[in-house]
């Protein structure tokens, strides 16, 4: 198997050799460098600018690329994005963050499918295990690293990840998608019909079970999954008004864990529901009218944790004008969440049952200072029921010497708001308390500054990179066991740099990679009894990069290959790894494709994060997935 994938690697190194024919050239990365230049993109100012005059740090992931990866879960999807840190803990749950401050809760990094949100509110953060999508219906995934604050609130300090799907009117006709290998079996379902000369609809269902991980001493961990999912998504194109509904259903179940302490760790299972609807109207002169409601069910069983049902309603407006040099965007939102938190073997929260809401109103204006000067200006203020109202600016100034070439900079302000998790949480769940919420606690403060470039030389070449300070304040602490409260008692800096580039070697075949750096220079005030210090605020490491080949030898065949490699985690002592993916896909039929994808091929096994010796390990895999359009 290694001489076989290292064969692989050498064979897109070099090219191949072959002459492939116009519709393979077309079929190699979906979009050609100017294209992806001039890719719309909404993430950074909420509206749709071309990719390569966004001042910001984002890569966007592509649909094609997505395909080609042979990824098959959303955050596998996700190590696409080189300015990501995307670490596996078990089967189904993983640590991704952007800038550091890496951990399982993940809570300075905002995920938004189809403009909902996806994190949890009672502890700010995401569970990956119950977020997903069928990636054939993503049209893109837009990655910010770098506040985003003052256009989507709170929890937008180190980055935003907008997951947006394609309209139902270009995923019609019936798509299957099944899969098996060593260590997961998929099967994928998804229909799409017109609905009168207006509207469309599709549904789509799917179900994934994943096999359970093992330790380096070759234990099993009881982490095998299954999950069922299902949705719809209809749109109606009225005149200058558009209407998009859309819902989701889900259910998942792990293995039975033991028993601990005389207590039967059930499996964790969880499920939830969501209903989005969304209208907007185009207006003259390019503005826009949008309003946005969804609501959201979740309930989550951990017998060891806690067990937490939520239900949560968000809407929003928002507005966009553009008028002579101005392009102005505004709105508001409000966001209501009623919770009840029944207490796991460890945790526990007081009160057990709590409404919360939000309420928030941005302005952000665009303004053309020149042909080649753009300064971008922009407040949030955004209101919660702990800490009252909270300030979100923003500052960036966009020049572009050369008609491909941009250099920008920003300064921003961005807060992550307390949660549940930091006021009420208890362990153990009844008195005494070894540890407690802090009642006082207040927000975690970035003030973030980044100087960047994007531009493009010729027909072959793309980049992008961008240096960052973020300076910390009131950063999440805790107390020397007993009676120990959670506090803001850690302070310091963060920077590092970013940088990502393609290469258009031949007409057919692509090659792309990135690196990111991380430093950190955090500390405790004076005065706190923390015993652990910054090392809990998450394991990082210095730096990661990769490559990717992305050819199409023939008509009809594909070969992509990436590789990457981590740092060690100092905290947890995760050894540095380096991966090897490989792909190979091959059109049967115009309506038939086999892939063949291959994972860690080098390596027989590694793990990604957590602690030794019960961590999970991460073997090699081979799996086969055929993808049937009717």
């Known amino acids: 198997m290694r001489r076989w994938a290292r064969a692989l690697w050498v064979c897109a ?18 979009l050609s460098l100017e294209e992806l230049g001039r890719l719309e ?31 098959s879960s959303l955050p596998e999807a996700l190590r696409l994005a080189p300015n990501l840190q995307v670490a596996r803990i078990d089967a189904t749950q993983y640590a991704i963050s952007a800038r550091g401050f890496n951990n399982a809760i993940g809570n300075k990094l905002l995920v938004l499918i189809d403009g909902r949100t996806a994190y949890t509110p009672f502890f700010s953060g995401v569970f990956w295990d119950q977020q997903d999508v069928l990636l054939d219906d993503v049209e893109r995934i837009e990655v910010i690293s770098g506040p985003g604050a003052t256009l989507w609130g709170a929890n937008a300090v180190n980055g935003v990840i907008n997951i947006l799907t394609r309209s139902s009117a270009d995923t019609q006709g019936t798509l299957v998608v099944a899969g098996a290998g060593t260590l997961e079996r998929g099967l994928s379902l998804r229909h799409g019909v017109a609905l009168g000369e207006t509207g469309h609809l599709r549904v789509y269902g799917k179900t994934q079970r994943l096999k359970a991980t093992e330790t380096a001493d070759g234990r099993s961990v009881p982490d095998a999954n299954e999950r069922h999912q299902a949705g719809l998504r209809a749109d109606f194109a009225l005149g200058t008004d558009t209407l998009t509904l859309q819902g989701d259903i889900y259910r998942t179940r792990a293995e039975h864990r033991g028993v601990l302490l005389g207590t039967e760790l059930t499996p964790i299972r969880s499920s939830g529901a969501n209903l989005l609807g969304r209208w907007t109207r185009r207006l003259e002169a390019g503005s826009d009218l949008r309003v946005q ?39 508001g939102g409000y966001r209501w969440a009623r919770d009840k938190l029944e207490p796991g073997l460890f945790f526990g929260f007081v009160p057990e049952r709590q409404t919360l809401s939000w309420g928030n109103l941005f302005v952000q204006d665009d303004l053309a200072l020149s042909e080649t000067l753009d300064l971008t200006l922009g407040l949030k203020l955004e209101h919660n029921d702990f800490t009252g109202l909270e300030p979100l600016p923003n500052l960036r100034l966009a020049w572009r010497p050369l008609p491909q070439q941009m250099v920008w900079t920003a300064l921003s302000r961005a807060v992550r708001a307390p949660a549940r998790l930091d006021r009420d949480i208890r362990l153990p769940p009844t008195p005494p308390y070894i540890i407690a919420g802090g009642p006082d606690f207040r927000a975690e403060v970035a003030n973030v500054f980044e100087l960047g470039w994007r531009g493009q030389f010729g027909a072959g070449w793309s980049g992008s990179a961008t240096a960052y300070v973020s300076d910390w304040d009131s950063l999440r602490s805790g107390q020397s066991p007993p009676n120990a409260q959670v506090q803001n008692m850690i302070e310091g800096q963060t920077c590092g740099l970013e940088a990502w580039a393609q290469w258009q070697v031949l007409p057919a075949w692509r090659l792309s990679g990135g690196f990111t750096t991380l430093h950190k220079r955090l500390h405790l005030k004076a005065g706190s009894t923390d015993p652990v210090g910054p090392s809990n605020l998450g394991d990082d490491p210095s730096f990661q990069w990769s490559l990717r080949s992305t050819h199409t030898p023939v008509d009809g065949q594909e070969l992509e290959v990436s590789l990457r490699r981590v740092a060690h985690l100092p905290q947890a002592g995760v050894p540095a790894y380096t991966a090897f993916d490989a792909r190979y896909g091959w059109r049967v039929r115009p309506d038939l494709e086999l892939s063949i994808v291959g994972q860690n091929l080098f390596d027989a096994t590694h793990a990604e994060f957590g602690d030794a010796p019960g961590r999970s390990e991460f073997e090699r895999s081979i799996g086969v997935w055929l993808r049937w359009s009717l």
């Open 13 to 30: 190194l070099s090219g191949c050799a072959i002459s492939p024919t116009w519709s393979a050239v077309r079929d190699i990365a979906d």
């Open 41 to 71: 993109v909404t993430s950074v100012s909420r509206r749709g600018e071309p990719l390569g005059a966004a001042p910001a740090s984002i890569y966007v992931i592509t649909a094609e690329a997505i395909r080609r990866s042979g990824a």
């Open 293 to 331: 409601a969804y609501v959201d069910h979740m309930e989550r069983e951990d017998a060891l944790l806690y067990r937490p049902t939520v239900d949560l309603f968000d809407l929003e407006l928002q507005h966009a004008i553009t008028h002579g040099r101005h392009k102005l965007v505004w709105g």
